[in-house]
T-cell receptor, first 111, second 110 residues
Framework: ETGVTQSPTHLIKTRGQQVTLRCSSQ?????VSWYQQALGQGPQFIFQ???????GRGNFPPRFSGLQFPNYSSELNVNALELDDSALYLC??????????FGPGTRLTVL | GESVGLHLPTLSVQEGDNSIINCAYS??????FIWYKQESGKGPQFIID?????DKRQGQRVTVLLNKTVKHLSLQIAATQPGDSAVYFC?????????FGRGTSLIVHP
């Protein structure tokens, strides 16, 4: 186990709704990255937070947003859900830019 | 398009055989490469990494080879076990964000 936890494990939403996913980083890690993994694909980088500031963003629209808290846990928020947002959402924590350790993911289904 | 990719989507081996999973990348500025293993229902698990100033790195039963000339890296797993069955991803990190390929599914037959 990596010590990275995510909640919830599974989630079902309908198109147009909003969702918040949560991640607790490994103890001592100050950086959290979020990824979207569609079925049969590799993880796609959404954004990264370092010491509560967004530190890089992938090719995702602004309706994907996030937060990092003083204890370095993090949230991923997705507004106006679309069917194509159905995927496994992974967070990974690291100390600075060192090796990233992934959580088990949240499986989001949008109907 | 993707900057990393794997040559085969599925690799089937017999238990005890050696497995070789290949990966090509296109960004010649990439200086750090990582292999991850992802079992069903789990997040990717770090296996081994290699920096561009190295050609080879060994871990426990795994070896990563890097050929910068042809922008190719491989993951070799010795004495493959049923527990090695998973999807394997190579990722390159040109900046600080890993870019993943699609993955190769390794199936180990007893």
């Amino acid at each position: 186990e990596t010590g990275v936890t995510q909640s919830p494990t599974h989630l079902i939403k309908t198109r147009g709704q909003q969702v918040t996913l949560r991640c607790s980083s490994q103890s001592g890690h100050n950086t959290v990255s979020w990824y979207q993994q569609a079925l049969g694909q590799g993880p796609q980088f959404i954004f990264q937070y370092y010491r509560e500031e967004e530190n890089g963003r992938g090719n995702f629209p602004p309706r994907f947003s996030g937060l990092q808290f003083p204890n370095y846990s993090s949230e991923l928020n997705v507004n106006a859900l679309e069917l194509d947002d159905s995927a496994l959402y992974l967070c990974a924590s690291s100390l600075d830019s060192d090796t990233q350790y992934f959580g088990p993911g949240t499986r989001l289904t949008v109907l | 398009g993707e900057s990393v990719g794997l040559h085969l989507p599925t690799l089937s081996v017999q238990e005890g055989d050696n497995s070789i999973i290949n990966c090509a990348y296109s960004n010649s500025a990439s200086d750090y490469f990582i292999w991850y293993k992802q079992e069903s229902g789990k997040g990717p698990q770090f296996i081994i990494d290699i920096r561009s100033n190295m050609d080879k790195r060994q871990g426990q039963r795994v070896t990563v080879l890097l050929n910068k000339t042809v922008k190719h890296l491989s993951l070799q797993i010795a004495a493959t076990q049923p527990g090695d069955s998973a999807v394997y991803f190579c990722a390159e990190r040109g900046s600080y964000i890993p870019t993943f390929g699609r993955g190769t599914s390794l199936i180990v037959h007893p």
